[in-house]
């Protein structure tokens, strides 16, 4: 932007302006760097992508477990011992099968489920994705390498209240009878937004 | 509100910048912002209604170029200085150059229709009003129709939550559009699914009453 | 098409940048464009719509963060590009860099109610139809409900115009809108004047029969 | 824009893509030299707003030219000399008085009748004054330092057609009588696009 507008100086540098909050909050007692510490160690620990896929593998092994996730995905993941943010109220669990593709955005700004399935790629924040996928989600699904039959329906889940969702992606058939454990390997974090689907599926 | 932010549908834009599996942070920074934003939450600083709409009210040319974490940046900066806990001189000078800050926000406003509650199946229409405070009713929902697929959770409303102003927490419905509805004219046919504010919707017969 | 051009009524924009009388030019190659597409358009190569939809195609953040010649000097080189005068590696390659383009067009559209006349006074709904090329058909007007202050000429239709597509000229009417109802909630009272095309309008007793 | 998304490189300074199209039409035969200077003198002694203040001090000493305007705003200008373009079929001259005040704007680009009354300033085709101002035109006109009384009706015309539109501005009460050569030089361009009003009015 143009940055004679701004204050009537040069923009510090996006570094700078972090550091300067930082600091801020910790000359303010809001003791920052405790609460850094706690945030790096949940977005590469806590935050991740397999305990989606833990999820998701015990869905396809375990009916029963299937069955409580669909009808209430936020108390299946605790049963799994993940928890959500307290303003995530609800978790809705998106199966998809061989003629119905599910996937997730949110066109306002960028909601996820992230305590399950990871905090969201770039791509998913972006402008492109939040502007185009529930107007042309075929097309873009394709340009993005998942090329769905036309006998597919496609169903956009766009994340405009605290609900959040997730997609179970259908099992391949080739790991039909392999152990949960085993499961949870395949499961991509793309594949449970819904960008993309497991091989030979 | 009217907002740059408001991206469903919008026409123009290129591939979606797209990597497999791709990495959540590049750079340290983006970590530590995400951090200190959701520390500031949990403080009761401010809601996360309230973080999202010191987003949206960046300035457009900011918010269209700038990255998703300097977004959250400037909102957690806009937000510490609303609240009074830091100036923006503080925060310029600690910076050590300009820091672009979100603009004025305009009042919120209280629940529109608390007690109506829609049945799974009904037809809807979504009521075409603007509102310059923050809102989750997606402009490319307003004025149409769409079926309810049930009835999900109670939240508190957004665009009273952002502001501060008391309002009663408000079921929500998933509500399913068809594409071809929502843009006749250049879209890939597929269902729709928006969570939708009970203060958002009307019976579809009101109609011809108004919005 | 729903483009980030379609400017009239989007909120979270500051004062206006205003400088009371001030210079049209502020380099020497802002001028020398200006001349240069005014001159292709004089050589027959491209209408003055087709001008306009190339500057719309442009990528949302370059066309959010250029200067208006720069807006001008992408729609001119993007077209001399489309119509074969010009390579983009030639414009590359003498420019020394890379030499941003508008992006491809999607395909016009012919008149859609070519023999309908409207009269002075008479009440008319706009059509609440997107289309994914040029248009003149402003958002903040689609849907709305205004009144026909008159004819105005008839003109090449641009829907047709910008894309080469055969369209007989159509009339224009002048229609006032009042910004209280094209905004209910965020507007200051006045009467908006758009010029809309016949193809835009529906007589407002054929809304309840749909768009 | 972020540089490394466009042909992968980075791009050419606006200076040197513009002398790249002109060096390319050069080299197509185009002759954009001559048409250069065509337009540099056209945009500097041609399309100048004296021309309109001409138009507006005429209409306010001869009561049949300002009724001529008023019907058809291209053949007075004509009246005058002054051209405009082929496809700007229709100039209307919008008339102020002191209940009522017209204002202009492009929302979807720039127009103007810039023949009549000059190119447009920058701030014309800024995003801020066509976002605005047909929204909340009070309101941006006074920030604009135009403060209009509340019992004052605003008319924006929002410039979607090739009609083109001038304000004619209300003629300061001291200037009545003045000869009409002396009124021409008080007429500025932006209050023929109405963003001002005249000393007094």
């Known amino acids: 932007m143009d940055n004679s507008e701004i204050s009537g100086g040069r923009v510090a540098d996006v570094i700078n302006r972090a550091a300067a909050v930082e600091a801020l909050m910790e000359e303010r007692g809001m003791e920052p760097a405790a609460a850094i510490a706690r945030g790096v160690q949940s977005a590469e620990e806590d935050w991740v992508p397999r305990n989606g896929a833990r999820i998701v593998a015990k869905a396809w092994t375990d009916p029963e477990f299937r069955q409580r996730l669909l009808t209430d995905g936020k108390a299946a993941a605790a049963e799994l011992g993940f928890s959500m943010p307290a303003h995530h109220r609800f978790l809705v669990a998106l199966e998809n099968t061989v003629d119905l593709h599910n996937v997730i955005v949110c066109t306002l700004c960028s909601c996820t489920a992230f305590t399950i399935i990871g905090l969201p790629p770039d791509w998913y924040k972006d402008l492109e994705y939040r502007a185009r996928v529930v107007r042309q989600s075929r097309t873009v699904l394709r340009e993005m390498g998942l090329d769905l039959p036309q006998s597919t329906q496609i169903k956009v889940w766009d994340t405009t209240t605290d609900t959040r969702y997730m997609v179970i992606p259908v099992q391949p058939p080739e790991t039909l009878g392999w152990p949960e454990e085993k499961l949870v390997e395949i499961v991509t974090k793309d594949s449970m937004i819904g960008v993309s689907r497991l091989p030979g599926t | ?211």
């Open chain 2, 1 to 211: 509100m009217d907002g740059m932010h408001d991206m469903g549908g919008r026409q123009g834009f290129g591939p979606v910048r797209y990597q497999p599996n791709a990495p959540v942070f590049h750079e340290d920074w983006e970590c530590r912002v995400n951090a200190l934003y959701g520390h500031a939450v949990r403080l009761g600083l401010f809601t996360m209604d309230a973080y999202r709409h010191a987003i949206e009210r960046m300035a457009p040319r900011h918010y269209m170029t700038a990255s998703y974490y300097e977004r959250t940046l400037t909102s957690l900066a806009t937000l510490l200085v609303e609240k009074g806990v830091v100036t923006r001189n503080e925060l310029e000078a600690a910076a050590g150059g300009a820091f672009p800050l979100a603009a004025p926000s305009a009042p919120g406003r209280s629940n529109l229709t608390p007690n109506y509650r829609f049945q799974s199946g009904e037809l809807v229409q979504v009521r075409n009003v603007d509102f310059a405070g923050h809102t989750r009713l997606p402009s490319y929902i307003r004025g149409k129709r769409g079926v309810v697929v049930r009835e999900t959770l109670a939240y508190p409303f957004p665009d009273a939550h952002a502001h501060g102003v008391v309002a009663q927490d408000e079921p929500t419905y998933d509500v399913a559009f068809r594409a071809e509805d929502l843009w006749p004219n250049d879209s890939d046919p597929a269902t729709v699914h928006v969570g939708v504010f009970q203060s958002y919707l009307m019976p579809a017969g009101e109609v011809a009453r108004g919005s």
